[in-house]
């Protein structure tokens, strides 16, 4: 069975510092990693994926995300947050084969202090 | 531009109607999914289909069912709302090969009084 953690329910930090909002993922076999941001009444918008490749991903709105396959983590950071930046924070996971449903965590809510 | 629609973007009913929720997609995706989520909390898949007259019911068991006879339609049907069942409730859709990722609909809101 596959699972995510999203061991912070809730992240604050001061607009301009770093941010980073933990997750971590058990699934058999390689993992395909997604992350989403909700706002407020909408639904899930895309951030940004591993699938395979540079450790390292980039995504929308300066996020980015670092896969560590030892530690089974794939965090999501951005260098400089802003009070837009706040904000329902999902990370998903599936296998890269087999089934196409995917696991989300809990969700993680970012606070942006001005 | 999200390329999924769902309607009604909001809705309140009473306990026993009957109700149906759109989903509809325009990027020819074989899979789509429906989920359940109360507000700020983590997602519950209820249903997902493969493709067309294929559906399977997820993790949460809804009272609800779903069709897929058009590979762009995936309504989901209330046969008799009870105040259990308010909740936002999203679409998503992914196709098989292509980028990896679920793109989501902006999701209905029903609330049953």
């Known amino acids: 069975a596959q699972s995510v953690a999203q061991p912070e329910d809730q992240v604050n930090v001061a607009e301009g510092n770093p941010l980073t909002v933990k997750c971590t993922y058990s699934?058999?076999?390689?993992?395909?990693l997604f992350w989403y941001v909700q706002y407020p009444n909408r639904g899930l918008q895309f951030l940004l994926k591993?699938?395979?490749?540079?450790?390292l991903v980039k995504g929308s709105y300066g996020f980015e995300a670092e896969f560590n396959k030892s530690q089974t983590s794939f965090h999501l950071k951005k260098p400089s947050a802003l009070v837009s930046d706040s904000a329902l924070y999902f990370c998903?996971?599936?296998?890269?084969?087999?089934?196409?449903?995917?696991?989300f965590g809990r969700g993680t809510s970012l606070i942006v202090h001005p | 531009e999200a390329d999924i629609y769902q309607t009604p973007r909001s809705l309140v009913i009473g306990t026993g109607k009957k109700i149906t929720l759109e989903c509809s997609q325009t990027?020819?995706?074989?899979?789509m999914y429906w989920y359940q989520q109360d507000p700020g909390m983590e997602l519950h898949l209820i249903h997902y289909s493969y493709g067309v007259n294929s559906t399977e019911k997820g993790d949460l068991s809804s009272e609800s069912t779903v069709s897929r006879i058009r590979t762009e339609h995936f309504p989901l049907t209330l046969e008799s709302a009870r105040p259990s069942h308010t909740s936002q409730y999203l679409c998503?859709?992914?196709?098989?090969?292509?980028?990896?990722?679920?793109?989501f609909g902006s999701g209905t809101r029903l609330t049953v009084v």
């Open positions: 699934v058999s076999g390689n993992p395909y």
């Open positions: 998903a996971v599936r296998p890269s084969g087999g089934s196409y449903i995917p696991t």
């Open positions: 998503a859709s992914m196709q098989t090969g292509g980028s990896g990722g679920y793109t």
């Open positions: 591993y699938i395979t490749g540079d450790n």
């Open positions: 990027m020819g995706h074989d899979k």
